[in-house]
């Protein structure tokens, strides 16, 4: 029996923009976010970051769009034991071809994105040694260290209390609102889902509803710094994805 996960999706994330995406389980919202982040490719349809249809792509510069343009930020965490707080946020940067300069300012780049983060303290720390909470900051951090254009972030406080999740979340929040940081995160939280910018409400594979939370006229006015700095940073065009 044949299932599809998305059906008719389409939808635009701005530059800066915060989205979230919301529905029940087995709705297709991590299908959706997996499709965007290139780690699974459609049926059919269309994935654009920068105006490139990253799907027509061969594997090796796929490789190099979700290193580069793409930070994930996961609800397991999926920090590397065995390594260190900063080892952990330093690696993505270890696969980067940018230039000598870049990697080696990784170094100061990782303490910089934790001190900011609150747990500039805990770079020598193993993960296992941290909080859940510590161990999502440390993951927001790896995402960031390659600075990229979009941050896909699954259920980033799923795994953490109330409280926990909220602290969480600011962070994610003050990084689209100061640093003109685009996010899209799937979440169940509907009050936190919000506080972004736009909702997208997914059920059964298809977008359901939108829900414009407020807008992004002055995120546009306060990061637009050329005549494409407002570009479409992501769109999915009709994407069918068959399981």
Same mark, same amino acid.
């Given at each position: 029996?044949?299932?599809?996960?998305?059906?008719?999706?389409?939808?635009?994330?701005?530059?800066?923009?915060?989205? %979230?995406?919301?529905?029940?389980?087995?709705?297709?919202?991590?299908?959706?976010?997996?499709?965007?982040?290139?780690?699974?490719?459609? *049926?059919?349809?269309?994935?654009?970051?920068?105006?490139?249809?990253?799907?027509?792509?061969?594997?090796?510069?796929?490789? !190099?769009?979700?290193?580069?343009?793409?930070?994930?930020?996961?609800? $397991?965490?999926?920090?590397? @034991?065995?390594? %260190?707080?900063?080892?952990?946020? &330093?690696?993505?940067?270890?696969? %980067?071809?940018?230039? =000598?300069?870049? $990697?080696?300012?990784?170094? *100061?780049?990782?303490?910089?994105?934790?001190?900011?983060?609150?747990?500039? !303290?805990? #770079?020598?720390?193993?993960?296992?040694?941290?909080?859940?909470?510590?161990?999502?900051?440390?993951?927001?951090?790896?995402?960031?260290?390659?600075?990229?254009?979009?941050?896909?972030?699954? &259920?980033?406080?799923?795994?953490?209390?109330?409280?926990?999740?909220?602290?969480?979340?600011?962070?994610?929040? /003050?990084? =689209?609102? =100061?640093?003109?940081?685009?996010?899209? /995160?799937?979440?169940?939280?509907? &009050?936190?889902?919000? /506080?972004?910018?736009?909702?997208?409400?997914?059920? !059964?594979?298809?977008?359901?509803?939108?829900?414009?939370?407020?807008? *992004?006229?002055?995120?546009?006015?306060?990061?637009? #710094?050329? !005549?494409?700095? @407002?570009?479409?940073? *992501?769109?999915?065009?009709?994407?069918?994805?068959?399981?």
């Amino acid at each position: 029996m044949e299932v599809v996960a998305l059906d008719g999706v389409s939808f635009e994330v701005k530059r800066g923009e915060f989205v %979230s995406i919301v529905g029940p389980s087995g709705s297709g919202k991590s299908t959706l976010l997996n499709l965007i982040g290139a780690l699974d490719r459609p *049926t059919s349809g269309k994935v654009f970051i920068n105006g490139q249809d990253i799907f027509l792509l061969d594997d090796t510069r796929l490789s !190099d769009v979700r290193n580069h343009l793409i930070g994930f930020i996961f609800q $397991s965490y999926n920090l590397v @034991n065995r390594m %260190s707080v900063q080892e952990n946020v &330093e690696f993505p940067a270890v696969f %980067s071809e940018r230039p =000598s300069s870049f $990697s080696s300012d990784s170094h *100061t780049r990782a303490l910089k994105l934790l001190e900011m983060l609150g747990i500039k !303290d805990k #770079t020598k720390q193993k993960p296992a040694d941290l909080s859940g909470g510590e161990q999502q900051r440390v993951a927001i951090a790896r995402a960031l260290i390659n600075d990229p254009a979009l941050v896909l972030a699954d &259920e980033p406080t799923g795994n953490l209390d109330s409280k926990t999740g909220r602290e969480v979340f600011e962070l994610l929040k /003050m990084l =689209s609102d =100061s640093f003109g940081t685009t996010i899209v /995160m799937v979440t169940h939280n509907l &009050e936190l889902a919000g /506080m972004t910018d736009r909702s997208l409400y997914i059920s !059964d594979g298809r977008i359901e509803k939108e829900i414009m939370h407020k807008t *992004t006229s002055e995120k546009e006015v306060r990061f637009a #710094t050329t !005549d494409d700095a @407002n570009k479409d940073i *992501t769109s999915q065009e009709k994407s069918g994805q068959k399981i």
